[in-house]
């Protein structure tokens, strides 16, 4: 089933309950005032002032306890016009304004990401902000610098960028001229991540293009996590907002057990309020996994058949076909389960497993989240199997193997595939296999959740061709590529006699180019 794809970003943030429904998402699209409708969780009713722990980050705040939006504090917004989420289209500019982004006052923002020479920044940051720029989701006055220690000019840093930045909206219009003008507001300033000193510097830079309005700063932490905690200091220290607010968006994994995530926590909150802090995993942002939860909530055929009692096995696989590719130097710190497992399909498990939350608020679904996940059985050693890519040969063509990555130590044995069955133990999901397998450097990119359904029990038409106790009902959600939905079903071939084959039950999307980082 095609889609018609909304023009602006649907303002979809991690750990948050399902998007409007597709309708009104799509009667935002179509509307003149381009921007989607928020979701109600975005605006609860704890409002916190100004930061009493941190005054130096001077931010007042909606919060939301399992994800937050900061709005700027001298706004007064109508929130009457997205309560119950998503009661109507909003346009460009009250989208910023739900977002602490308005321009009114002579306000500027400045978004520097850190680690900006980095996979995650080229490959998705840098085009997810030029997509929001497209559609006019950007404030007037608004300043990207990249930061990282490699040494690039301004000209190398949009050089850079600009072969990863495409239209992957509906309309092109003018879509090189918006390029160039996008590129003309990025910045580059080199500096180490422990240096309050090139902190300070970066500061001076952003300065010049505040030119005096109100500052108003995000920080995205596009690096390794181990040094989030250096950056978050010297950013605070040295180039945080004096009159606006500051905000740090974290990228998972955060930390590398929970030790290291408790650690991590209370280093932040020495710098940060917890409302100044976004946490992100883009996975939440994927169409397909959005709609997890309005597959199986808003559709009496699914909800009845989701448990022990028809399920036979669940499978979360994600392969990428290809390997880190420079990335060693975050990668090999954390491997293939860190990376991957622990964080994007664990939340994919975790919403497909959970039980029905009390609303779609982002507490509510998060409670039913922790409850699946306490519900866990401890992995066993034996039930994990992990592996490494080597080199070979196809088509001619001679593949790296991981530690023929020069940013990977010769001697890694970091795993770059992972294979592990996981149990809930609950009333719902008693003895049924959750097999999650990540791997990088397979033969197919690609990612999606499996659910194998039990043997028809007794069933007539065994003798007709197909073993039908093998070709089971199975439901296939594929969140990438190509994203699909379908149910794996047994008939009848057409015609004379009775054969029997197994077909699919489709709901194709059509190449709608959106991107989980355009939507977060
Ligand atoms: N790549 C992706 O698609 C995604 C990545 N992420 C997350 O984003 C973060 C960054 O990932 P990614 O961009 O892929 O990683 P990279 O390895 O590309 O690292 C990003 C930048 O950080 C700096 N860096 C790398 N290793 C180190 C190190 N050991 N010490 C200090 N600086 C270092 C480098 O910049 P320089 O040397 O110039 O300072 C590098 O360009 C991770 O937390 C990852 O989980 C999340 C979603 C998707
Ligand atoms: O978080 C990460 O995700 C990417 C894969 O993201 P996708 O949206 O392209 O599927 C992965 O390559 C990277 O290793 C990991 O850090």
Request: aromatic fraction near 10%.
């Amino acid at each position: 089933m095609a889609l018609s794809s909304p023009k602006c970003p649907s303002s979809q943030f991690a750990l948050r309950p399902s998007p409007a429904p597709r309708s009104q998402r799509v009667a935002a699209a179509s509307s003149s005032l381009s921007c989607p409708p928020i979701p109600r969780r975005l605006f609860s009713k704890r409002v916190s002032s100004q930061s009493r722990a941190n005054r130096r980050w001077n931010v007042a705040s909606v919060h939301d306890a399992a994800r937050t939006l900061p709005i700027s504090p001298a706004k007064e917004i109508d929130l009457k016009k997205v309560e119950n989420g998503v009661s109507s289209a909003i346009s460009a500019e009250e989208y910023r304004d739900l977002a602490g982004l308005s321009t009114r006052e002579n306000s500027t923002v400045s978004i520097t990401v850190v680690g900006a020479s980095g996979d995650l920044a080229k490959k998705k940051i840098f085009p997810a902000l030029f997509a929001l720029y497209y559609e006019d989701c950007l404030p007037e006055h608004f300043t990207i610098f990249g930061y990282a220690r490699s040494k690039m000019t301004d000209t190398e840093l949009r050089n850079m960028v600009s072969k990863t930045l495409t239209c992957r909206i509906d309309k092109r219009e003018n879509c090189s001229e918006k390029m160039e003008q996008f590129l003309g507001r990025c910045f580059y300033h080199s500096g180490q991540y422990d240096s309050e000193e090139n902190f300070a510097e970066l500061d001076k830079e952003i300065k010049k293009h505040e030119a005096g309005r109100l500052s108003n700063r995000l920080f995205y932490l596009s690096i390794p996590p181990n040094i989030f905690m250096d950056v978050v200091k010297c950013a605070s220290k040295s180039a945080s907002s004096a009159n606006g607010w500051t905000r740090v968006i974290v990228e998972k994994p955060f930390g590398q057990d929970s030790e290291s995530s408790a650690a991590l926590t209370r280093g932040l909150k020495q710098f940060l309020v917890e409302d100044q802090i976004f946490r992100i995993d883009h996975y939440l942002g994927k169409e397909l996994v959005e709609n997890l939860s309005v597959l199986r909530f808003s559709n009496l055929v699914f909800e009845p058949l989701w448990s022990r009692q028809y399920i036979r096995n669940v499978q979360l696989i994600f392969s990428e076909d290809f390997g880190t590719e420079g990335r060693g130097g975050y990668f090999d710190n954390y491997g293939i389960i860190r990376d991957i497992m622990q964080n994007h399909l664990l939340q994919m498990l975790a919403l497909f497993a959970m039980e029905t939350p009390i609303s779609l608020d982002a507490e509510d679904i998060r409670n039913e989240k922790v409850k699946v996940l306490r519900s866990m059985k401890p992995l066993q050693l034996e039930d994990v199997v992990i592996g490494q890519y080597k080199s070979h040969t196809k088509g001619g063509f001679t593949y790296p193997a991981y530690t023929d990555d020069k940013t990977v130590p010769r001697d890694s044995l970091t795993p770059t595939f992972a294979a592990a069955v996981l149990f809930i133990d609950n009333a719902r999901w008693d003895g049924v296999p959750f097999l999650m397998k990540a791997g990088k450097a397979l033969h197919t990119r690609r990612t999606e959740i499996r659910v194998q359904f039990r043997h028809v029990p007794g069933n007539l038409y065994r003798s007709f061709g197909t073993d039908l106790d093998r070709a089971t009902n199975e439901l296939v959600i594929r969140v990438q590529p190509d994203e699909a939905i379908y149910l794996k079903i047994n008939n009848k071939i057409p015609g004379l006699g009775m054969r029997l084959d197994r077909s699919n039950l489709n709901l194709l999307y059509a190449a709608r180019g959106t991107e989980a980082f355009h939507s977060l």
